[in-house]
């Protein structure tokens, strides 16, 4: 059976997983950095991991010589981190941070948690060596961490509960505490929200990354590849290859630009944002919606 690579990627990519930088280093000094997100644990007993890298890769000579290499698991925080070992260059550790780990493999700080392997077998895997590792240190710093699904980086949201107070009054009464956290309010508010939007952007039949870069595109004039870059969060690979499925949707030309079909498609994600907004916001007046949005600016000011 054959079919298309690029709509196969794009398939796979619905499965939402973390971000890792694989990080070695050889004999003779050499160190090496890249982002993966094939990151899987395999066993417990022994503690084995794995991650596949392309066979192409200039940095798989080093992860070969090496008898150790680390898996430092990214925060939510450390996009530029992830974009930085994503992208070829002849020093990727220039201006990083890191401590050394068993074999000399960088240790990356301010992670989610890191892993610290000896290796422990290789596999052909297609395209792709499947490097499996065995553990011999971890560390497990509990900070939120990096997500990556259909194209785009995402943060993690975790769930509250089907019932609300108002619908569960038990629970109401005896949480009452937890009920009136603004954070845990925010979490269910985002839950609702992705619950309700993201089915209805699926619809369009674009990844979240291709709606969002299509969006940019349509608010945006005279665009530049790196100004795009900077505009959204993701991945610059994942960057050019939303670019190339929209091209060839017929959604944008070779500029950038929209085509009519891609305006279209455009201002079709606009009005379910719109409608979502709509419904969401229906018992607000114009001063409260307003108020709201302010508050959102003030709260992202704040914490930028």
Not at 296 to 302: A, C, D, G, V
């Amino acid at each position: 059976m054959s079919f298309d690579p690029k709509e196969f990627r794009r398939c796979l990519g619905n499965f939402a997983t973390g971000v890792t930088v694989m990080t070695a280093k050889s004999s003779d000094g050499k160190q090496v950095g890249v982002t993966a997100n094939s990151f899987n644990s395999v066993s417990l007993d022994p503690p084995l991991i794995l991650w596949s890298i392309v066979k192409t890769s200039s940095s798989y000579a080093i992860f070969e010589q090496s008898e150790h290499f680390a898996v430092n698991i990214l925060a939510a925080d450390q996009i530029d981190l992830s974009n930085n070992f994503a992208k070829p260059s002849d020093n990727k550790f220039a201006n990083i941070e890191y401590t050394s780990g068993v074999g000399g493999a960088p240790i990356l700080p301010n992670t989610a948690a890191n892993f610290q392997c000896e290796k422990y077998q290789v596999v052909d895997g297609g395209d792709h060596w499947i490097m499996i590792g065995k553990v011999v240190a971890f560390e497990n710093h509990g900070r939120a961490p990096l997500l990556y699904v259909q194209g785009s980086y995402a943060g993690a949201v975790s769930f509250t509960g089907a019932k609300t107070a108002a619908n569960n009054v038990a629970s109401g009464e005896t949480l009452a505490r937890l009920h009136d956290s603004t954070i845990y309010l925010m979490h269910k508010v985002l839950q609702k929200v992705q619950m309700n939007y993201l089915p209805k952007q699926s619809s369009t039949g674009l990844s979240t990354g291709e709606a969002r870069i299509l969006l940019v595109l349509s608010d945006a004039k005279n665009i530049t590849r790196e100004d795009l870059d900077n505009l959204v969060t993701i991945p610059s690979r994942d960057v050019t290859n939303a670019l190339e499925s929209l091209k060839s949707f017929g959604l944008i030309n070779e500029r950038f630009e929209l085509t009519i079909k891609g305006f279209d498609a455009a201002e079709h994600l606009w009005a379910i944002s719109d409608q979502q907004q709509s419904t969401l916001f229906a018992n607000f007046d114009h001063k409260e919606l307003t108020t709201f949005k302010q508050s959102l600016h003030h709260l992202i000011k704040q914490l930028s």
